[in-house]
C-alpha cells in the first residue's frame, strides 16, 4: 500500500507570512498533484507534476516534485486570508489509475 | 459548462439501513471515481468507473458498491450500514481528452449514521 504523509498537519499563520506544507512517499510517483479543498466543497485541482525535479510557479504558490519522484512540496508566499484551506497531495502510480491521497494539511491564514 | 453534481447533498440513516448516492458528471466525462473522506483516514479511493465497467476498485468491503448508467452518470451503493460509513462521500470525473489526469471533484454528500 502506498502511503503520502502530509505535514504539518495544521498550520495557522498570519496574513503575509510565508509556509511551506510538505508531502512525502516511500514510494515512487509517476505524477503527483495537489488539491485545495474548501468547507462544504470537493477538493480542487492546483496543479500537476510529472518530472523528477519539476518546478512549478502558480502566482504566490511554488511547487515542487522530488528528483526522486517520492516526495513534494508546496510554498506559498506572503498568505492571505483566501488561501485558508485543507491541502491535499495526490500521487499516481504508473500502474494503477487511482489516485493515493495524503492525510491533507489544514491552513488558516488569519488577518 | 456545469460542474459535476451530488445528490442528496446530506443525509442521515440508521445502522443496519442500506443507502444509495448519485452522482452526474460533467458533460463529455466518462469517466467517475468515488471517494470516502473521514477525519480519521482522510480521501480514500472507493472505485471508478468507466464506460459502464469498473475500472478500478479500492480496498473496501463488498457492502460499497457502485455502478455507471449509459450517460455516464453513476451510482454508490452501501448496504447494512455501520457507524464508521459516516463520512463526506466525494464523486469526481475525468475526460480521456486530458488522459484523465485531471480529476473534477462535487460538492459531496455527508452521510451520517445513528
Known amino acids: 500500500t502506498q502511503l503520502l504523509e502530509q505535514s504539518p498537519q495544521f498550520l495557522s499563520i498570519q496574513e503575509g507570512e510565508n509556509l511551506t506544507v510538505y508531502c512525502n512517499s516511500s514510494s515512487v510517483f509517476s505524477s503527483l498533484q495537489w488539491y485545495r479543498q474548501e468547507p462544504g466543497e470537493g477538493p480542487v485541482l492546483l496543479v500537476t507534476?510529472?518530472?523528477?525535479?519539476e518546478v512549478k510557479k502558480l502566482k504566490r504558490l511554488t511547487f515542487q516534485f522530488g528528483d526522486a519522484r517520492k516526495d513534494s512540496s508546496l510554498h506559498i508566499t506572503a498568505a492571505q486570508t483566501g488561501d485558508t484551506g485543507l491541502y491535499l497531495c495526490?500521487?499516481?502510480?504508473?500502474?494503477?489509475?487511482?489516485?493515493?491521497f495524503g492525510s491533507g494539511t489544514r491552513l488558516q491564514v488569519q488577518p | 459548462k456545469a460542474g459535476v453534481t451530488q445528490t442528496p447533498r446530506y443525509l442521515i440513516k440508521t445502522r443496519g439501513q442500506q443507502v444509495t448516492l448519485s452522482c452526474s458528471p460533467i458533460s463529455g466525462h466518462r469517466s467517475v471515481s468515488w471517494y470516502q473522506q473521514t477525519p480519521g483516514q482522510g480521501l480514500q479511493f472507493l472505485f471508478e468507473y468507466f464506460s459502464e465497467t469498473q475500472r478500478n476498485k479500492g480496498n473496501f468491503p463488498g457492502r460499497f458498491s457502485g455502478r455507471q448508467f449509459s450517460n455516464s452518470r453513476s451510482e454508490m451503493n452501501v448496504s447494512t450500514l455501520e457507524l464508521g460509513d459516516s463520512a463526506l462521500y466525494l464523486c469526481?470525473?475525468?475526460?480521456?481528452?486530458?488522459?484523465?489526469?485531471?480529476?473534477?471533484f462535487g460538492p459531496g454528500t455527508r452521510l451520517t449514521v445513528l
Open positions: 495526490a500521487g499516481r502510480d504508473t500502474g494503477r489509475r487511482a489516485l493515493t
Open positions: 469526481a470525473s475525468s475526460s480521456p481528452s486530458t488522459g484523465d489526469n485531471e480529476q473534477f
Open positions: 507534476v510529472v518530472t523528477g525535479g
